[in-house]
């Protein structure tokens, strides 16, 4: 009988209530926009949360606090991505971290920029 050296990877959810990542990405190029299915609104902002139903709260904070669209929303992996302005978008994560962290206490990354 041969070894293998195969190694298996298993990818697993670890329970928390934690923002991973609230990135804007400021006047990102025509691709990124016809990749993801949005209109060019001039800045996307991306979230990643635990419990992954967090989405659906971080949306509906994001929404309520600027003037944001929702271009896409995953309660199943905890992604939330929005359009807007670059100050809308930024304001709008900025919310979401803000209110997450102070209200329903959960661990948070700074918002980022690029």
Sequence with gaps: M???NAQRVIEESVPGKQVTLAHVIASPITEVYES?????????????????ETA???????????????????RFTGS???????????????????????????EVVQVTKT
């Design 56 to 74: 659906i709260i971080a949306a509906d904070i994001a929404g309520k606090s600027a003037d944001v669209t929702v271009g896409f929303l995953d």
């Design 2 to 4: 041969l070894e293998s």
């Design 80 to 106: 939330v991505l929005l359009t807007g302005d670059v100050q809308s978008v930024e304001v709008a994560l900025g919310a979401v971290v803000t209110i997450l962290k102070e209200r329903l206490d959960y």
């Design 36 to 52: 993801l299915g949005v209109e060019d609104t001039g800045a996307i902002g991306i979230l990643t949360i635990s419990p992954f």
